[in-house]
């Protein structure tokens, strides 16, 4: 059974930061993408960043030069490192890792908060 389980989220101020792990288990992550999203309340869940497995990294426009993807396969984990955050970036955070139709597998998602 493929688990993927967040951490990392919490409370922060305005410029802090956090950093998520996504701890993956029931599936070598070795060979997949590792994506993370972001659902913020009454709005629809928005991608964030993805890291293939050749290490290459995307963003969404608002995070670049923020928040940093990687990944630790002898962990069998990722990572969502985000600095200078901003309100705006208050939503739950997901990893999904999207295998083919059928094995699209997300965890339970993290809380983040940045207040003002």
């Known amino acids: 059974q493929v688990q993927l389980v967040e951490s990392g989220g919490g409370l922060v101020q305005a410029g802090g930061s956090l950093r998520l792990s996504c701890a993956a288990s029931g599936i070598g992550i070795s060979i997949y993408a590792i994506n993370w999203y972001r659902q913020a309340p009454g709005k629809q869940r928005e991608f964030v960043a993805s890291?293939?497995?050749?290490?290459?990294?995307n963003y969404v426009n608002s995070v670049k030069g923020r928040f940093t993807i990687s990944r630790d396969n002898a962990k069998n984990t990722a990572y969502l490192q985000m600095n200078s955050l901003k309100p705006e970036d208050t939503a739950v955070y997901y990893c999904?890792?999207?295998?083919?139709?059928?094995?699209?597998?997300w965890g339970q998602g993290t809380q983040v908060t940045v207040s003002s």
């Open positions: 999904n890792i999207y295998v083919n139709i059928g094995r699209d597998y």
């Open positions: 890291i293939t497995s050749g290490y290459r990294m």
